[in-house]
C-alpha cells in the first residue's frame, strides 16, 4: 500500500541534542511538507519542498533544517536551537502541477518529540 | 495573524442529527479550501474540497458550502454518525491562483464529538 511512513512514533530527547525526524513516502508525490501542532493549535508550516534538491521555508522554520536528496525522503532536524522543540511532526506529500494545484496533501501518523 | 479561523473549539450533536462545522478566512487569495479529519495520535486525513469557483461541494454524507462574500465555509455531515467524532480542520491555499505554491494555513480545529 501506498503512503506515508513517519519514524518513529515517539521520540525523546535531552535539550540542547539534535534530533532527526524521518518522513518517507512511495506515492511519487513531488512535493513534501513538514508540519507542527501544538495542543489548541492548528497546523503550522515548517518545511516544503516542490522538488528534490529544493526546498523553502514555511512559517516557523527558525531552529529546524531540512533536505531532500530523494523524492520519497525528506528529514526534519530539530536543532538545539528551537526554544520549544516538544511538538506533533506531522509530514505531508501531495502531486504538484504547475499552475493549479488540487490534490490535497496526504499526511503520515506523526512523530510525537518530547524535549527535557 | 489568524488567517483560517474556526471560533468552535467543540462541538456535540446526537447521532443521525445534522453537524454543522464553521471557518472563516481573512485572505481574499485564497481560493482552495479543504476539510481534514483527526484522530488522535494519527495524522489528518482529507475529506473534502471546494474551489472559488463553486459555493457548494458534495460528497455522500458530507458536504462544504463556499460563501466567498461573507469569507466564510462550513461542512455539513448528515446524518451524524459515533465514528465522526474527531477533530476536524479547515485550511486554505492560494495554489490555484499561483501565489502561495501550494502551502495551506490551517485554522485551530473544531472537536466533533457524536453522542449515541
Known amino acids: 500500500d501506498g503512503g506515508i511512513t513517519q519514524s518513529p512514533k515517539y521520540l525523546f530527547r535531552k535539550e540542547g541534542q539534535n534530533v532527526t525526524l524521518s518522513c518517507e513516502q512511495n506515492l511519487n508525490h513531488d512535493a513534501m511538507y513538514w508540519y507542527r501542532q501544538d495542543p489548541g493549535q492548528g497546523l503550522r508550516l515548517i518545511y516544503y519542498s516542490q522538488i528534490v534538491n529544493d526546498f523553502q521555508k514555511g512559517d516557523i522554520a527558525e531552529g529546524y533544517s531540512v533536505s531532500r536528496e530523494k523524492k520519497e525522503s525528506f528529514p526534519l532536524t530539530v536543532t538545539s536551537a528551537q526554544k520549544n522543540p516538544t511538538a506533533f511532526y506531522l509530514c505531508?506529500?501531495?502531486?504538484?502541477?504547475?499552475?493549479?494545484?488540487?490534490?490535497?496533501?496526504?499526511f503520515g501518523n506523526g512523530t510525537r518529540l518530547t524535549v527535557t | 495573524d489568524q488567517q483560517v479561523k474556526q471560533n468552535s473549539p467543540s462541538l456535540s450533536v446526537q447521532e443521525g442529527r445534522i453537524s454543522i462545522l464553521n471557518c472563516d478566512y481573512t485572505?481574499?487569495?485564497?481560493?482552495?479550501f479543504l476539510w481534514y479529519k483527526k484522530y488522535p495520535a494519527e495524522g489528518p486525513t482529507f475529506l473534502i474540497s471546494?474551489?472559488?469557483?463553486?459555493d457548494k461541494n458534495e460528497d455522500g454524507r458530507f458536504t462544504v458550502f463556499l460563501n466567498k462574500s461573507a469569507k466564510h465555509l462550513s461542512l455539513h455531515i448528515v446524518p451524524s454518525q459515533p465514528g465522526d467524532s474527531a477533530v476536524y480542520f479547515c485550511a486554505a491555499s492560494a495554489g490555484m491562483t499561483g501565489g502561495s505554491n501550494y502551502k495551506l494555513t490551517f485554522g485551530k480545529g473544531t472537536l466533533l464529538t457524536v453522542n449515541p
Open positions: 471546494i474551489s472559488s469557483i463553486k
Open positions: 505531508a506529500s501531495s502531486f504538484t502541477q504547475s499552475g493549479f494545484w488540487n490534490s490535497p496533501l496526504h
Open positions: 485572505n481574499s487569495m485564497f481560493d482552495y
